[in-house]
């Protein structure tokens, strides 16, 4: 690659396209949170300026009042923004001028809560986010309907927006532009892990029931890769025995651990093996792999230092001790459950884990530091294996992802279903709401079951079944007094009881349905009252199948009238480091009023 072409993607076009798509993005989520207040305008005042005949016209104001940004939209359900992105402009004392992402954020810092520290940082994620926006736009369109008949990972790297609601939501600060070609999922380049080997009193293996670490690391490296490894270690006078094997993401050993690691290189507590042989492609949360040599094998999660979305994206070693362990505990809560088991639903676990322990670091900083996050990985079980005849598998993210013509993908699979559309939702509803709901009744059991943690089950566009992941840093016990096992105390975490059922009505209704709602309704496939009465019909269904719980159901209203609006952009506005203090999660939320329960009274 010449050094031309490794920008060749930041055309003109694109990047006026990519900036114009990102400003829609920023008003419709930032009115959604109520960090800016559209207000409404006559047809009449816009005539001139873009504005077609007979749509809701809106404008907001920077916060010296001189500049203007009009646009059409349409106003939603949960006070979902749908904005026209065509119809954008901007106005200064009588001049329309391109729109452009930074200077947007610019002209509205003070009403973003933008900091002097916080800005620029934030800044330089919006570029990196237009950057991966142009680069996306380079490549060959594919339709909704093409994409709803192929393959789990030509989906996994055929999305395009990333998280919803996050407007920063691919900044990846670390990564330069060679990077970016050869890690972003949506570049879909093969990807060899670097194989470190590290030295047993540092590092740490622990793994589920019934497995063992040197059949495991034999059976996923493959027996010719361990014993050159191990040669490796033999011809350099050390003794195999006295070392763990750790995959690395390829960024992390080059940028850190070269560097951040040298003492432990250069004492030979870490010895570079070099790569393996399998061919990995990330996945939407970047620092996961998925084995394309062998997809039966386990997906490989590593550290990875790279700032993004809020969060610098490391694995803590000490966390990997206890993660097979959670993993199990949860598989068997689900297996021994009959409501659980009759949606089908499954997790794949986290199976192995592997953890270093640089001493130094550790004793200069908390627990919660990015120091200590460094060098860790884990081996998560794959879906493949537990397919069926004819069935396939695609990212729940999926279903929010519209292609360039406008069409959704959910719209897609509905339309190979042959289904009705709301009999299509109620499948995929009792797959994915029932076991949430039950999770929350009856266990006080919550995931983080947003899009790129779910991984649904197709037949013919339907869905059979979903498959939960990211088990073990995501999921939470919020009863205080739950006995559980020592090794799974840590999920245990004290929510206020106004907050609890926040994990449905913030992760489910308002972060992943509010978008499929909104592109059903637009496309005039399901409407807005109908999406929204079918996931009440399967709430209802699963309380009157689950009378026990009654007394739950009074307590946590799925039905109430209103429920507190928690905003993650503002999370990431106020602190775009470390969004949430990891030791109280819920004490970091930032709630702004409330949000009509689409649900209420159906």
Not at 294 to 297: A, I, M, Q, Y
Not at 478 to 489: F, H, R, T, Y
């Given at each position: 690659m010449t050094l031309a072409d490794a920008v060749s993607h930041l055309s003109s076009e694109r990047w006026e396209r990519a900036n114009r798509l990102l400003v829609r993005k920023a008003l419709a989520e930032f009115a959604h949170e109520r960090l800016i207040t559209?207000?409404?305008?006559?047809?009449?005042?816009?005539?001139?300026?873009?504005?077609?005949?007979?749509?809701?016209?809106?404008?907001?104001?920077?916060?010296?009042?001189?500049?203007?940004?009009?646009?059409?939209?349409?106003?939603?359900?949960?006070?979902?923004?749908?904005?026209?992105?065509?119809?954008?402009?901007?106005?200064?004392?009588?001049?329309?001028?391109?729109?452009?992402?930074?200077?947007?954020?610019?002209?509205?810092?003070?009403?973003?809560?933008?900091?002097?520290?916080?800005?620029?940082?934030?800044?330089?994620?919006?570029?990196?986010?237009?950057?991966?926006?142009?680069?996306?736009?380079?490549?060959?369109?594919?339709?909704?309907?093409?994409?709803?008949?192929?393959?789990?990972?030509?989906?996994?790297?055929?999305?395009?927006?990333?998280?919803?609601?996050?407007?920063?939501?691919?900044?990846?600060?670390?990564?330069?532009?060679?990077?970016?070609?050869?890690?972003?999922?949506?570049?879909?380049?093969?990807?060899?892990l670097v194989w470190l080997a590290a030295h047993r009193t540092r590092a740490a293996f622990t793994a589920g029931a019934g497995i063992e670490y040197e059949s495991f690391v034999r059976e996923e490296l493959g027996e010719a890769t361990v014993e050159r490894f191990h040669g490796q270690l033999t011809e350099q006078g050390l003794d195999p025995a006295d070392y763990l094997l750790i995959p690395v993401h390829p960024w992390q050993w080059w940028n850190k651990l070269t560097v951040t690691f040298a003492a432990e290189v250069a004492r030979q507590h870490l010895v570079c093996l070099g790569e393996g042989d399998d061919e990995y492609l990330a996945q939407q949360s970047i620092r996961t792999f998925f084995n394309t040599s062998?997809?039966?094998?386990h997906y490989v999660k590593t550290a990875l230092s790279v700032l993004n979305m809020g969060f610098m994206r490391g694995l803590s070693a000490a966390y990997m001790e206890a993660t097979?362990?959670?993993?199990?505990?949860?598989?068997?809560?689900?297996?021994?459950?009959?409501?659980?088991?009759?949606?089908?639903?499954?997790?794949?676990?986290?199976?192995?884990?592997?953890?270093?322990?640089?001493?130094?670091?550790?004793?200069?900083?908390?627990?919660?530091?990015?120091?200590?996050?460094?060098?860790?990985?884990?081996?998560?079980?794959?879906?493949?294996?537990?397919?069926?005849?004819?069935?396939?598998?695609?990212?729940?993210?999926?279903?929010?992802?519209?292609?360039?013509?406008?069409?959704?993908?959910?719209?897609?699979?509905?339309?190979r279903s042959g289904l009705a559309p709301t009999q299509w939702l109620r499948r995929y509803l009792r797959a994915y709401l029932t076991p949430l709901l039950h999770s929350f009744y009856a266990y006080d059991l919550v995931f983080m079951p947003h899009g790129e943690n779910v991984i649904l089950v197709l037949?013919?566009?339907?869905?059979?079944?979903?498959?939960?992941?990211?088990?073990?840093?995501?999921?939470?016990?919020?009863?205080?007094?739950?006995?559980?096992?020592?090794?799974?105390?840590?999920?245990?975490?004290?929510?206020?009881?106004?907050?609890?059922?926040?994990?449905?009505?913030?992760?489910?209704?308002?972060?992943?349905?509010?978008?499929?709602?909104?592109?059903?309704?637009?496309?005039?496939?399901?409407?807005?009252?109908?999406?929204?009465?079918?996931?009440?019909?399967?709430?209802h269904e699963y309380q009157d199948a689950n009378p026990e719980l009654a007394d739950r159901f009074r307590q946590y209203d799925m039905f109430a009238p209103e429920f507190a609006l928690s905003c993650l952009n503002r999370l990431q506005l106020r602190d775009n480091r470390q969004m949430v203090d990891l030791a109280d999660p819920s004490g970091a939320l930032q709630l702004v009023g409330t949000l009509k329960n689409p649900i209420a009274g159906l």
């Open positions: 559209p207000e409404a305008q006559d047809v009449g005042e816009g005539q001139g300026e873009g504005e077609g005949e007979g749509d809701d016209v809106y404008v907001v104001r920077s916060d010296d009042g001189l500049t203007r940004y009009r646009f059409r939209a349409t106003l939603r359900a949960l006070d979902h923004w749908e904005v026209d992105p065509d119809s954008i402009t901007r106005h200064r004392d009588g001049d329309e001028l391109p729109l452009a992402a930074l200077d947007f954020l610019i002209e509205l810092r003070s009403s973003l809560g933008l900091s002097d520290e916080v800005l620029p940082v934030y800044l330089e994620e919006i570029s990196s986010t237009l950057s991966g926006t142009c680069y996306k736009l380079t490549k060959p369109k594919v339709t909704s309907a093409e994409l709803a008949r192929s393959g789990f990972q030509a989906i996994e790297t055929g999305m395009t927006e990333g998280h919803p609601c996050f407007v920063a939501n691919n900044g990846r600060l670390g990564f330069g532009i060679h990077e970016y070609l050869s890690y972003a999922p949506e570049t879909a380049s093969p990807v060899r062998h997809p039966e094998k097979p362990a959670i993993n199990d505990w949860l598989a068997q809560i689900i297996e021994n459950d009959p409501v659980l088991k009759s949606t089908g639903l499954t997790i794949i676990r986290e199976r192995a884990a592997v953890g270093y322990r640089h001493l130094e670091y550790e004793a200069a900083t908390d627990r919660y530091s990015p120091y200590r996050k460094m060098l860790a990985a884990l081996w998560r079980e794959s879906p493949v294996p537990s397919l069926q005849e004819g069935e396939s598998l695609a990212t729940m993210a999926s279903l929010a992802h519209v292609d360039h013509e406008g069409a959704s993908f959910a719209g897609a699979l509905i339309e037949k013919d566009g339907v869905v059979q079944r979903a498959i939960f992941k990211d088990i073990a840093e995501e999921i939470a016990v919020m009863d205080p007094d739950a006995v559980l096992p020592p090794e799974v105390a840590r999920i245990r975490v004290e929510v206020p009881e106004d907050k609890k059922l926040l994990s449905i009505f913030t992760d489910v209704f308002d972060c992943f349905f509010r978008f499929v709602a909104a592109n059903l309704a637009t496309e005039g496939i399901v409407e807005e009252e109908d999406f929204w009465r079918t996931v009440a019909e399967v709430v």
